[in-house]
């Protein structure tokens, strides 16, 4: 097992248990242990009650305890065992009801019979519980007691922020979400990818571009982001991604922007097409997560998801069996963060190469050429006279490496030497 | 029978029998027939002789008697009996002749030995007889008595024009031809679709736009109204449609504008794709009818044929056999009616959305969307979502339902539900 | 066999032994050669040590005698006898070697063990000799004497050029490259066909387009010529063909500009669809001539390669098997000559029709279309009336011909009667 998959793993079992949600407690611990990796990171509130676009932040949610204790006086849906038994933003209640009455507050899934479902209320005031069909189908009739001791109250929301600065103001954006309770792929994978993204960035000294990392509350985390900053990242984002489901080792998939044809889009398309050219790739109307705002009419930033198997496309997903042990491995947490780590040096390599001397440079003179022409000798200087083909100062190295069909990592030697030489100058934008 | 399918072909019977040809009686009461459905009709004459662009308005051609006499005295191919059995526009004869003599005079098809075929000699002096391949078999040698009674004369080509006035001045054209004599699906479909079309349009008190129908003699008809009316149709026409063959129950089939690309090719295609997915869509290359002239280069309009069975696919086809009987049917007259009501009413719908709130609105407090959440629960809304999410004010109606892949009709409701919450605005043109 | 086809293989066989090479007597003999056939020709030379962009006119290069003599006594690989027993710009030398010292500057295939490979070294000093398989195989151990009675001297790089002056000023720009010595496909073909293509273009009062040939050494030549006349190519050629490979039977092959939408790129896919259905089209990725020059950031003319088999692509390719009895054919040279002349000829013709009358004319009584209307009369002049259709100003000939599907040819004799009954016009350029 690498290094690297198991700090990545660890990481995410650390913050496995904590009850997050979108907001309160959980979410304000996964930050602290967040920045215990990222020290810049800041840590944000915006108040219960913020008008944000068409939305209100709703009250901050607490739970000190919750459970049923069934006829017989067992303790059953105990939610310090398992966070996922208590339906998310359940009001207070104590009281004591017929199983028969209970049912209509019950949550089960009957095609999974072993998995606890996850279920939320956010924007109506209710309770419940999940359990698992089996533990559903054994409960006896009778007097049950249920318990939810929690407070729905003038809080705030809270997210986490972390600006790298590079060379330019221009930014690269990544936005991943803090507000599931425990479960892995969907959603403890997209925090610690881009935390240790983050990591990797900010010990860099020569980042070509800024990098901002959020770390919300999906869908009012974003719109809340959105409605404080929109205005700043509609002038400085030119690439970013959604990152989410990104610990599992079964597959690579892409969910485009809005547009389809942005920076990001292209750079995700690039770099997966070459480490997983069986990778899933979606559309818009796939569209599940964060992406909906940030590409939303009006907004239309250059936003693609980046993930392993997307939220929906696997059995486990928003069930107990979305777990560190079956679903997320250190193999496949390594595997998500590496496509994210070759689209960003993708990005930071992004160039517009132009050729510095008309028609075909003299290769032989500077070593670059054989010197002897036999029948079998052009190819082997192929994929450098591709690239000086195409350095014509109007192609990108990404729009390059996609005509010469390489990976575009296989062209950063050939880059770099060719400048060495004076035979190429690199453009920032396109001549 | 629907109500409607009655209707259509209850007014094509009753106007089978008139000998139109592309000007003459036949022509002036077939408008007249139209003219007690749609009493706003306007009658027009240009005069023979009239210079129209490259042509000139022939003679006049009236018919008061044709026939044949064989020699044992029975009078055969009688226009009184059937109006094919004289060429079109034949000039007057009286005359004996051997059948060897009368043969190059008649016309018949070999291979549809029932059928009289249907002839006609327009732009050059000319008699003839058309009968079937049977009837001309049986003819016994001897001397011939040919009569047809008929007059080439100085008179004027005759049109019917319709203009219905909606909010905009912006029109729909619509154009069909009745020169035909006793066929049915080329041509009574055609003006009986157009007349119960204009119709409904009457009948509606919130047109958005203007619609224009023309009632023409083929070719130099149309070549006649363009050479008045060419610089205010290429000014106000945003879309048109040529009615013609659709009144069989066989098929449907779209033939494109000359540019292919027009408002009125978009929306042909989308309709005929949702209410019959394997419709005909033919090329240019295949054009046969008035959309020569609406499209020729410099003309320009934006013209597309809505058809069921196209012209000259159908062996039926300019024979005695395309009757009201085995080719056109209620129900072909119905279908090809809905397919051009379907056709307006999309270009009627077609505004261009914009969402009135950045990011996605919370639909959840106005009754639009589960407050529950679920692992099942986000497909619901999915399509009330989609038209949301396109809802940029660039995208017109047409094009988000091709996007999301439904009929637009499919989003008429939900736009409705949209305005009415004051969550999309409707544009007149892309913003 | 064809007169045509006799005589470019006639002219390739009478200039088959001359010893060319990038520089030297081979190319000036060639040359002189040329220049009997079009008398016009300007033989240019360019002086040792001249800068030319990235590169250096090299040494001039002439070879007395070169041969082996075997420890028998016997002479071998003698330059006499073969020029391709020489590696081209070898250095003199006269020494006695063992043979396991003489491996290492001997050149041989072992694939193909009866050919002499074709083998350079033109920017590095050396010497060296090709020969069969076989022969080396049969070698005996023993002292060898080498002989290579050469110079490498200050002198000149040679290059002839042909301007025939058509009505404009714009110009259609032919390169060939004659610096292969004795073999027939790669390279005898290309000035062949380039000659008699030339001579045809100088028989004719009435060219449209000038046309530039230039007759050059492959890269050194291209660059060479660049360097002086680029800025006027940029600005007169309007279209060009790299003409290489041109003289077998097997097949047609193109291989595109640069930027693969060119004039030439058009013109050329059109005259092989046509000729040729199932003709290679290469990309460029697959380039490999003076394509690489003409087409380079910067220069960007465009130039596309019409040959028969490419080269690379057939095993005799730069070797002593590539010769005029089995590789290049009378056939092959004219089935290559006639691509060339279709491709001239379509530009030539390659103007914008547009439509002298409004709406469809009325061909009737220009006698051009039939006055009696049946029900199969419409198809007979269809392609007149798609060329007309089409005559809108905006679109070539070319265009109009990729749209009906046919070839160019087929609407010249239209175009003609067209233009005579003032129904269309001409224009140089889209309106």
Redesign the interface.
């Known amino acids: 097992m690498s290094l690297l998959g198991s700090q990545l793993h660890n990481f995410a079992s650390s913050i496995w248990h904590l009850n997050r949600s979108i907001t309160g407690e959980g979410v304000r611990k996964t930050l602290l242990a967040i920045k215990e990796v990222l020290p810049n990171l800041s840590i944000v509130e915006i108040p219960t009650g913020t008008r944000v ?3 209100v932040i709703p009250k901050e949610w607490a739970v000190r305890e919750a459970y049923i204790v069934a006829p017989g006086g067992n303790k059953i849906c105990s939610f310090a065992e398992n966070n996922l038994h208590l339906v ?1 933003y359940s009001r207070p209640i104590h009281a004591k009801l017929k199983l028969e009455d209970l049912q209509a507050n019950l ?1 089960s ?1 009957p095609s999974q019979p072993t998995a606890i ?8 005031e ?1 309770w419940g519980f999940c359990l698992s069909q089996q533990q559903r189908d054994s409960l006896e009739k009778g007097e049950y007691e249920v318990c939810v001791d929690s407070d729905l109250f003038d809080g705030s929301l809270t997210y986490g922020e972390l600006l790298i600065k590079g060379k330019s103001n221009k930014e690269i954006f990544i936005s991943t979400y803090v507000c599931h309770p425990s479960m892995a792929n969907n959603e403890l994978s997209g925090p610690t990818v881009s935390t240790f993204i983050a990591k990797w960035l900010s010990s860099r000294l020569d980042n070509r571009y800024s990098y901002r990392f959020i770390f919300i509350p999906e ?1 009012i985390g ?2 809340a982001y ?2 404080k900053h ?1 205005d700043l990242l509609k002038e400085v984002v030119i690439a970013g991604f959604n990152l989410t489901c990104i610990g599992d080792n079964r597959d690579y998939s892409y969910l485009p922007s ?1 547009c389809g044809q942005s920076l990001s889009d292209m750079v995700v398309k690039h770099v997966l097409k070459h480490i997983c050219p069986t990778y899933k790739s979606y559309k ?2 796939d ?2 997560s964060d992406e ?2 940030y ?6 930033l250059p936003i693609a998801s980046i993930m392993r198997t997307k939220y ?1 496309m696997y059995d486990e ?3 107990s069996l979305d777990d560190l042990t079956n679903v997320v491995s250190p193999e496949g947490l390594e595997g998500g963060y590496n496509a994210v780590m070759l689209a960003i040096e993708a990005l930071e390599h992004n160039k517009y190469p ?2 510095c ?6 290769l ?2 500077r070593g670059l050429y054989p ?5 079998f000798s ?1 190819n082997d200087v ?1 994929l450098m ?2 690239l000086l ?5 109007s192609r990108s190295l990404i729009d390059i490496a996609e005509i ?1 069909e390489v990976p575009i990592w296989d062209l950063y030697p050939i880059v770099k030497k060719l400048v060495d030489k004076n035979l190429i100058t690199l453009h920032d934008l396109a001549v």
Chains 1, 2, 3 share one sequence.
């Open positions: 676009f068409d939305w998310g949550y899934l479902p996850y279920v939320t209320s956010y924007y109506n209710h869908t974003s719109i959105l409605s929109k809005r818009w109307t569209r599940g909906r705002q590409c939303s009419p009006g907004i239309d929906g997903y928003h069930t132009e050729a001397v008309l028609c075909e440079p003299q032989g003179r010197t002897l022409s036999t029948k052009t192929a006279m591709d083909t195409w350095s014509d100062g010469c």
